[in-house]
């Protein structure tokens, strides 16, 4: 086993919400996540629901995306499967912080 593996080996049994124990965030008032209603719409995949790590995105009771911006891990997943997702970073001092110790 190599040292990545041991490291992550610890984590490989806990559910999201244990993993995510881990992770610190400061959030901003302001989401650094934005899609475009008309755009999501027509949209069949839904790509973004399931590529997301922290599932940041959901449908609501009307099918509309609802972006739940202060969980988001900055991995940059969905600006990589999705076109329309206006993605930039937080506001310096905020967003994700990580602690490996
Ligand atoms: S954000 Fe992108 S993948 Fe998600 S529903 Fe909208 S268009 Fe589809
Ligand atoms: S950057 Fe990563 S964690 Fe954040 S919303 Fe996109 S896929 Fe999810």
Known sequence: MNQFEQTLQPLAHKT????LYLVRFKTDTE???KVDPEKCKPCKDKD???ICPAEVYKLDEKENIVISYEACLECGTCRIACEFIEWRNPKGGYGV?????
Do not use: N
């Open 48 to 50: 973004c629901i399931y």
């Open 31 to 33: 989401s650094h996540l």
């Open 97 to 101: 912080c990580y602690r490996y110790g």
């Open 16 to 19: 999201l919400a244990e993993k």
